[in-house]
């Protein structure tokens, strides 16, 4: 017998070491020194190689492998070394045996990819996935005597596919659109139960307040509720009970992913592939917006077949990551189906408010047009000139009113998919030339040619006349608007596949950037030269909408400072719609002439000339009589009546059409006051007063502002800029002229309007300072105002309120004076008493001005200033209530690059909500500076301090 190399086992590594110092003779291959060759050979083929690899030999299949095969089989090793195979492997035998004895009984070798094996090698029943190769083993002789085995496992790579897949069909389940949050839990459980042997069960509950709300489950057989009865259905977390602490739902919801052990004593539920007991389970939090707070929890079990090592936890972690995501999708389409479902109802119920409302308006319009009508052809009983003046005005008015409210009702139907096409066949040539030829006297009126090219078309065109006639209207009223020099062109022409209305203007084209915006509801071009600034916004979306009504598209090219073109076109086959039946309605052409006639007051420009007073007038002359006013609007009704208005009052009127014109007109002829309107062409009222309070020749001009926009923060922006008054449309005609009154004259009483900037004096103060120190006179003719004397600004005793009362103390006790600015008050100390009435604060504005335009004063300062005291000002007349003076002081201090200004009431303070007490007045005079607020018994004083630059 030959004797064995001894270097059989060498280069085995620790298995080979193994191998040598193991007791052969104890095994059914007996000593290696008996062992055959190709047994030896094998041996060192094994032992040699870094795969794993597994030698079987004789009949009772010894073991014989390597140290990548030891780590394979775990804790059998190395007890497994020389011992039986279907021992070793007893678990999985049953799937290795055919493969094994295949290879044995047909000596050919076998190959299969990813064997599923039960495995106890870490100490529980362990689902492994290999691929493996079993070739026969054959002894000296050629017999087959054992097996040789390849096999890696692929476990990892098996598991790690299947958990994708899970992720993939969570993320692309469902049938493609976004539903609510429970549908969304409901899909996202049922791809997860697909899925059974990596996540055994699932729950998700999402947070509800203060309680986890079970809102989908999954696991078990489809008609098995073990799952829904172990499981909570909710969870209080302010009071978790023990069902919700054993599953671990409050940790996870406060954001701590739990492991829940003991899960078979609460929840009997075989699973993996050998449906063995879930033993364990996460609690995992839903990670929200807000990370303290998660969304909700999800409840998972875990396979008893894998164990819970990192790749197992990140896998969970991207499945609650997943699951989240589609769950806040869920809420933000939620959130966003409702803001829309609620925005749908309010454009719902705003459309029906507009339509009801003016439908309403059409029974006082009836009232008023139908007398304004008889009035005016009444040959019985004829209007004298200046009634029937008045009464066209009227009758104007209320026509373009009906047009107003006519465009809003067809607006409103359009919203609401209500409006219908009343379609009729019509020979649309002449319809479109008869309308046009409306506009020809306003077009050439305003300097314009108007062509109009409309040839007969080919056949009859069905189509609404009544839409039509809008859609030409709006069309060639918008051109008229626009367009200052060379012509309108409107054309009618057809081909085979449609008919097309074209309106081509030379005005001020429209830029690129506004044409995607141009048929929006309300867009208005923001800076655009027009003829008028009023209107509504809705005349081309109401263009859009009714080209749309009627089949066809409206298309706009244009080019800044060429002209536009807007473009009708209606395809042939809407152009042969079924007929209305029915009469056809009435009023045609109303439209038009409403339009023309509004187009007209545009055209109707001053002729620059001062309209004087009518000495037949019955006025009463007062100081006032002679007193120069300068009107810039852009409405030529609005102008006419101003102009008849103030006249009467004996005042002498210019009206210019906007800010642009009454600049001009202020530097030729500087008038006593400016009364503007807000919404102007060219240059608006606001933009009017601001360059009039930027020039030092004009500075001190009052100007009292008129507008349609009501409101605080109108008011507020008016009054900011410098304006004396702001008055809002519709007014009380006696109202406007007390208001004039009174500005004209306190600014005469205060300082006429210089013509240019004062002089500086030698000392470098300017001589301003000393003339508003002592031009506190009196505020309106009801009140006199008093200055309050100090040491550098002597008393003006004016009646009523005598040098001597009230005294400096008096003005300032309220004022806590330990709270010093320095210097204050030795550079300007001057004070004012003013009616408690609404009228005070221009009066109080212009006398700060007036005291402040001598300092060196920043203007942003300022107007930020003349704000804030304003604000005060104002709360003091409307907070102060049963006043035991009816009055408010005013003290301006100023020194050292300091200033401070009180206001003081002498009533109590309405008994009002801290949001409607101080609130935005507050806001704004604390953005200026420091504000202190000191209220007694007595009244309350408002401090103002700041810095003068």
Known sequence: MRRPSTDLFTGGGDTGRLMAELDWTATPLGPVTGWPQSLRAAVRMVLSSRYPMLLLWGDRLSQLYNDAYSALIGDKHPAALGDDVRVTLAEGWDVLAPLIQQAMATGVASWVPALQLLLERAGYRE??????????????????????????????????????????????????????VDATCARLVDAIGAHPLDVPFAAIYLRDGTVLRRVAWAGGDADDATVAEALPESAALTDPGTTARAWGLPAAAEGRPTEVTGVADRLPLPAGPWKDPVRTALALPLPSATEAQPLGVLLVGLSPSRGLDEAYRSFYQLLAQQVSVALRNAQAYEEERRRTEALAELDRVKTSFFTNVSHEFRTPLTLMLGPLSDALTDAAAPLAPVQRERVETAWRNATRLLTLVNSLLTFSSLEAGQARSDARMVDLATLTAELAGVFRAAV????????????????????????????????????????????????????????RLTVTDTGI???????????????????????????????????????????GEVRVTSRVGVGSTFTVALPWSAARRTVATGAPPNGRGDATRAAVQEAVTWLADPDGGVAEPDPASSFLADELTGARILVADDNSDMRAYLTRLLTGQGWRVRAVTDGRQALDAVHRDPPDLVLTDVMMPVLDGFELVRRLRADPATRALPVLVLSARAGGEASVAGLSLGADDYVVKPFAAAELI?????????????????????????????????????????????????AVPTSSAPAANTPGHPADTPTPDAVAAAVDDTFAIGTAGDVLDVGWTYPSAPTSAAAMRRDVRLALDGLEVDPDVQEDLLLAVSEAMNNAVEHAQRPSRPEVRVRLQAGGGLVRISVRDFGTWRDRRPAMDRGRG????????????????????????????
């Not at 890696?152 to 659109?177: F, H, I, K, N, Y």
């Not at 839409?467 to 608007?481: H, M, P, Q």
């Not at 690129?512 to 030269?529: C, I, N, T, Y």
Request: proline share 5%; glycine share 8%; charged share 25%.
């Open 922 to 949: 507050a806001l704004l005079m604390n953005a200026y500076g420091d504000v202190r607020l000191v209220s007694t018994d007595e009244g309350t004083t408002v401090t103002i301090d700041g810095r003068l630059v």
């Open 509 to 551: 084209g429209i830029a690129e950037q506004e044409l995607p915006k141009l048929f929006e509801r309300f867009h208005r071009v923001q800076g655009a030269l027009s003829r008028s600034h009023e209107g509504t916004g809705i005349g081309l979306a109401l263009v859009h909408e009714l080209a749309r009504l009627e089949g």
């Open 444 to 499: 050439e009126r305003a300097g314009l040619t108007l062509e109009v090219d409309c040839p007969p078309l080919p056949r009859p065109v069905t189509v609404d006349p009544v839409n039509w006639e809008r859609i030409v209207t709006n069309l060639l009223s918008n051109a008229l608007k626009y367009t200052f020099i060379g012509r309108i062109r409107v054309v009618l022409e057809t081909d085979d596949e449609e008919v």
């Open 127 to 180: 689902e492994a996935y290999f691929s493996v190769s079993h070739a026969p083993a054959r002894d000296d002789e050629g017999r087959t005597v054992g097996v040789l085995t390849v096999c890696s496992e692929v476990t990892e790579q098996v598991v790690g596919e299947r958990r994708l897949r899970l992720l993939r069909d969570l993320a692309v389940g469902g049938d493609g659109r976004t539903v609510d």
């Open 738 to 786: 007390a208001r004039i009154r009174t500005v004209i004259r306190r600014s005469r009483t205060g300082g006429a309007p210089r013509s240019d900037a004062a002089p500086a004096r030698d000392d470098g103060v300017s001589p301003q300072v000393d003339a508003a120190s002592a031009a506190a006179q009196p505020v309106t003719a009801v009140a006199p105002a008093t």
